[in-house]
């Protein structure tokens, strides 16, 4: 899990509830190889015990994913199921008059548990 922040080693220490960052699979460090990139991160956070991860397909604008994310976790504070909570952040921004392209709200999907 080379170019993750934190560190990959981190994720025994910090448990399995935390967040982490990464580069898509294109732009890791040290090239793709079998069993890297989003197989093989998602695969080692549901051993480690994180049910569901929210990855991006594409490089993403760090405002408007800043933007939505504080959305989404919003939604599922007030209670909604996951899968609605991503919905509904993707709608704010969509209509937010900046943000319509998909560029910024469609790049995001979960990986395991959805609901």
């Not at 933007?67 to 937010?96: E, H, I, P, T």
């Amino acid at each position: 899990m080379m170019g993750c922040s934190p560190p990959a080693k981190s994720l025994i220490s910090t448990g399995p509830r935390s967040w982490w960052s990464c580069p898509p699979a294109t732009r890791a460090r040290g090239g793709q190889r079998s069993g890297e990139g989003i197989v093989g991160l998602t695969w080692a956070l549901f051993v480690a015990g994180a049910p569901t991860q929210v990855l991006s397909q594409w490089a993403v604008a760090d405002a408007s994913t800043a933007q939505l994310m504080k959305s989404f976790y919003a939604n599922l504070k007030a209670g909604r199921a996951k899968g609605d909570a991503l919905r509904r952040a993707s709608l704010v921004l969509m209509k937010d008059g900046q943000h319509a392209h998909p560029f910024y709200w469609a790049p995001f999907v979960f990986i395991g548990d959805w609901r």
